[in-house]
């Protein structure tokens, strides 16, 4: 198995809170199913915050020499679009592009990768990304937020889509 798991964190534009309504969390939560069904990633831990994702990932053999994280960010902010277009259109002028490569721009440029290279680590980014709804007072515990892998680890929850970590790294 090649490559180590990722650490990653993209932010909506201007740290909006894009991803505060349930439905954009959804279209999130679709696309990682998408690509772990599709066999292009290993989905370990994640986190929807209504400005930014966390998420820890490794890329599956076929895929590694893709760019799975803007396949996954342009992905996402079209169907984002589609659906502020179809029920919010206004709220499109918060994220009008300046760039006259695109109409709107959804996400931050140059979203934050770090790779994980053993167990200690990823178990300590898992604990940052369970208690950021705790720290952003979302939530008063991690069990308690619905958008995260956290009821995964602590066995109270099942998942068609997320693998544990300690399968893949030792």
């Not at 279209?27 to 929807?48: A, H, K, P, Q």
């Not at 679009?81 to 994220?95: D, I, Q, S, W």
């Not at 167990?119 to 515990?141: C, E, F, G, M």
């Amino acid at each position: 198995m090649n490559g180590d798991i990722d650490f990653f964190t993209a932010t909506c534009l201007n740290w909006q809170n894009l991803l505060e309504p349930d439905q954009h969390k959804q279209v999130i939560l679709s696309s990682l199913e998408f690509l772990v069904n599709d066999n292009r990633i290993w989905l370990y831990g994640y986190v929807i915050m209504p400005n930014h994702i966390h998420l820890l990932w490794r890329k599956q053999d076929a895929w590694i020499d893709k760019n799975i994280a803007q396949i996954f960010l342009k992905f996402t902010a079209q169907q984002i679009k589609f659906n502020l277009m179809a029920n919010h259109p206004g709220e499109l002028t918060k994220y009008k592009s300046s760039q006259s490569d695109r109409k709107y721009h959804f996400w931050e440029r140059r979203p934050y990768q770090a790779t994980m290279n053993n167990r200690n680590i990823v178990a300590q980014k898992l604990d940052y990304i369970h208690y950021n709804p705790v720290k952003k007072k979302l939530s008063t515990s991690p069990l308690d937020y619905q958008y995260s892998s956290a009821r995964f680890y602590e066995g109270l929850e099942k998942s068609t889509f997320l693998t544990h970590y300690m399968e893949h790294i030792y």
